[in-house]
């Protein structure tokens, strides 16, 4: 599987910025999405909010709440993804969990999951 670095997290006063990256480990495997989920304060491990993904493609998706404030990215030559979170609010706080998958080996389909960063917004 593919291996999964996350960076940028830390505590910032509603309004602020910040910028996470997520650097996948060189391999044979294809990637196609590249994206992140948010596990908000109180919920259990698992339980993870789709953010933002960016496909090979180049297309983006987001959720509704991040729209206008928070932009997915991607550099394919270093395997990274980055969201850059502006306007941030204390409802974006969470742990910043990176997601990567693609088609083909080592299965029909496949995801790898980073450990997650913090993201803390205060009022």
């Known amino acids: 599987q593919v291996q999964l670095v996350e960076s940028g997290g830390g505590s910032v006063r509603a309004g602020g910025s910040l910028r996470l990256s997520c650097e996948a480990s060189?391999?044979?495997?294809?990637?196609?999405?590249m994206g992140w989920y948010r596990q908000a304060p109180g919920k259990q491990r698992e339980q993870r909010d789709f953010?933002?993904?960016?496909?090979?493609?180049?297309?983006?998706n987001y959720v509704d709440y991040v729209k206008g404030r928070f932009t997915i990215s991607r550099d394919n030559a270093k395997n990274t993804v980055y969201l850059q979170m502006n306007s941030l609010k204390p409802e974006d706080t969470g742990v910043y969990v990176c997601?990567?998958?693609?088609?083909?080996?080592?299965?029909?389909?496949?995801?790898?999951w980073g450990q997650g960063t913090q993201v803390t917004v205060s009022s």
């Open positions: 997601n990567v998958g693609g088609s083909g080996p080592p299965g029909p389909t496949w995801n790898s």
């Open positions: 953010v933002a993904r960016i496909t090979s493609g180049g297309t983006m």
């Open positions: 060189n391999s044979v495997f294809k990637i196609d999405h």
